[in-house]
């Protein structure tokens, strides 16, 4: 038997979509842990706070017992060492992903040679769906309701009326 | 704990590579049990037949416990529920993989949902390596010492002197 | 009121898909006749005979009244100019398919100034969808039935028994 | 005979370059009426005004008797039923457009089935043609000619002048 | 002053088209000397004998002082050593064509690190044009005026005269 | 012999990075002169001013006779013009970056048909390396001995004081 193995899949999550929830239920069966966490970036305007982010990950994931939420800034790879993580998981839906995706691997493969990435790929019907679509759609009163869960598209609703 | 994962990464190896060997190390790793499983595929003409295939990847894989070699024909979801493999590995390594990837990522995920694909990405030393251009520079007896391991080489050379 | 449109939507429909079928629907809706014609290529050995592919597709577009079903030899745009159509339709599923299908759509504009290539993408259920990926999937047995309709699952059956 | 077809081509036209008038003088031949649709976009500084835009819109698209010029803000697929448009016509000019395209396109096909995108592709002249090429061409005062009407390049030179 | 500089353009111009013909025009301007060497491989049956090739090489090629036709098997680097050439041309077209010149331009790099592999891009009259396209055409009789130069034409039409 | 050529290497070098220097060493051995010219952009704030980029490409060319260190603002062409440069050069790393560089060398080709643009591919080490990768790992102390100069290193750490 191996060690027990930590994985983190870290994300903007603003807001969770159905396919980041795949790639969770996915992950939840191949690792002993994973650590889904909220990348904080002072760069960008988010539409939902750090704490509504984390809120709405709880509450979507609340049937998986290995799933913990956690926002992190910095380096991705100190806090993979810091949680003892040695499995980074991100979703890979498209071409326009690859290469950022394969600087970002390669780059925390050099920084921290024990942590590996690994991808994964969403349904097929997640694969042209992402948070900044959802945004989009939903400021325009856009019916979202194949792409994320009921408590984000209530979520999203107070949010447009608060415009 | 979770069950026991065991994943299974299926090729041609035609030679087996250092690319390869990366891939199968991260593996390893992250699972119980690796299965290295070479495609027999009637209609390409290997230059090594498959029980070379099979002894070079035993030769270089011999230090890792977990790792097992064999061969397959037929579907691939239909060999990895036979194994009760949960898991399929593949390598990424260019953006021209990437849709040829994502079908048959797609498609087995229709024909076997319980079997999730992961991919992992080589070293960039590796990122432009493959079992062709192998063949293709050992014909014209060019160096190949980065690119596969010593038994390798002395067997490509033994072919291009039968030749 | 504009002319009368004839569009033509040539491809090897060896056999016809469901992502085929999705073109053709579509098609049918924007043109006053839709020509489905097989393209007949005699460096390619075809799993079905050009007559077989016609029935099958007929077989599935019965219902279209503007629909109509065909095979050529020769350069597409004279096939084209003969028929009287001017547009040509093609499905575009992935970036893999871009650059050649760009390269005979300019290629072909350049033959023919007034035959105009349009593109069509098929459902996302139909991206990773292609004909080969089925002769594959029915060789080795496995379950094709949410790809092609039932009779054409038929025709691959009885092509599996002669084997 | 089919029905009357009213197609919409949306895009931010600031200018209209040769490559639009390319896709406009094909799409006029195909479709009964074109409707061509000045994007709104509250969080981009456009160059030019969207009076200006569609000032320019007409000018170059006069001799075009079933071509109309307008402006819309909120969901695409919400004015093409209101307008009782069933098609949207989309450039296609390179790799780089195709997964943003392929997404609205298959995220309004969701939002409204009975609505079909097309993509034309332009002479190949205006591949690699874009507005902010332009735009970035003109403020340096380089050479436009082969790229936008004579109109543009007049209002283009009024907009130097001011700065 | 540098050293005089030799550029050696590999390729299989099986028929030289008028994209070469361009990126032979500018190579020549660059470098001392420029070698255009017909890759021999024995997998490909060509249309035209390796001969035809240089001899239609030769023919479109005189006007330029510095460039030299030739042929060559075996490795591109052991060919380039030979030569003393210290630069290798390679015409980049399309994406398509992007990931196998990148691994090509790695591999020659390892095997040879004091030759360099610089890309021109042609026209984007030729951006989608190359020989197999050329052979297409001619085999049916289409219009390659723009294509090719005249003597490849003449060329061709004797080759479907022996068919 | 032919007549000196002079080559201009633009970018923003924020900062110079080894996959820079790495272009600059082969272009130096292709050309009687190389200039390296740091583009003014006033859109973006960069991390360096243009005369600290300047003065660390001045320290990492030292040992190269040949090469020069500019800035300039306006369009490309203009200053080649200016500087009786015939090539321009530019790194090509990855599929993402194909497309814009395509176009501006075909919008250079156009303005300025006299000047060639030739791509070279850094080594494999500096695929998916670029300044903005720098910036962001340097904000957050990691490891970036591999990728710049000591003295740029040294002048990350003093900006990372200033913070």
């Not at 980041?20 to 970036?41: G, P």
């Amino acid at each position: 038997m191996k060690n027990k193995i930590i994985a983190i899949y870290p994300g903007t999550f603003d807001p969770v979509t159905n396919g980041h929830i795949d790639i969770i239920d996915r992950a939840s069966q191949l690792f002993d842990e994973v650590i889904v966490t909220v990348a904080l970036n002072i760069n960008k305007t988010p539409l939902f706070s750090s704490d509504e982010r984390k809120f709405l990950l709880k509450e979507v994931t609340k049937k998986y017992k290995n799933v913990k939420i956690d926002s992190f800034s910095g380096l991705l790879v100190d806090y993979a060492k810091k949680n003892k993580a040695s499995v980074i998981v991100r979703g890979l839906r498209a071409v326009s992903d690859f290469e950022y995706e394969f600087q970002m691997s390669l780059t925390n493969r050099k920084l921290a040679p024990k942590v590996t990435t690994i991808f994964l790929m969403p349904n097929e019907k997640y694969t042209y769906l992402n948070s900044s679509l959802v945004r989009e759609l939903s400021k325009f009163n856009g019916d979202i309701s194949g792409f994320v869960p009921a408590i984000v598209r209530k979520k999203l609703k107070e949010k447009r009326k608060k415009d």
